[in-house]
């Protein structure tokens, strides 16, 4: 089969198409989204991943308080809001559902701000603002 100008247009368009779709997960928000999701999904080793080396203990203490309980994650959406001189500020929609037994809590994610920085040429969480 031969090659011709505007099948390789039509693939480079597609493959152009494609890259433009997909995320950034090298992002500030996108730091701050994979930190929540292994919070709820409870695989510390990940939480520890995505978080700064400061942040680590606290991340450590937030899976602790939650690996009793049965937690669930809702339409979860982070977008950069703000600088500062060393963190990028993040702000998320959405909301984590704890289930305590015989109580349920709703942990809105837009009552926190979340500080991303980059360390080791990848975005992290880093604390609360």
């Known amino acids: 089969m031969k090659l011709n100008f ?11 198409f494609f890259y433009g779709c997909t995320t950034d997960q090298t992002s500030a928000p996108a730091s701050i989204e994979d930190y929540i999701q292994a919070l709820v999904n409870k695989d510390e080793n990940s939480l520890i991943n995505f978080s700064c080396a400061a942040w680590e203990d606290e991340a450590r203490s937030e899976f602790n308080s939650f690996s009793a309980v049965s937690v669930s994650l809702e339409d979860l959406e982070c977008q950069e809001i703000d600088q500062d001189d060393e963190f990028t500020i993040v702000s998320c929609q959405g909301k984590i559902i704890a289930n305590y037994g015989n109580e349920v809590l709703e942990i809105h994610l837009e009552d926190q701000k979340y500080l991303s920085v980059l360390e080791g040429g990848e975005w992290r969480m880093c604390g609360y603002r």
């Open 6 to 16: 505007s099948h390789l247009l039509f693939v480079l368009l597609i493959t152009l």
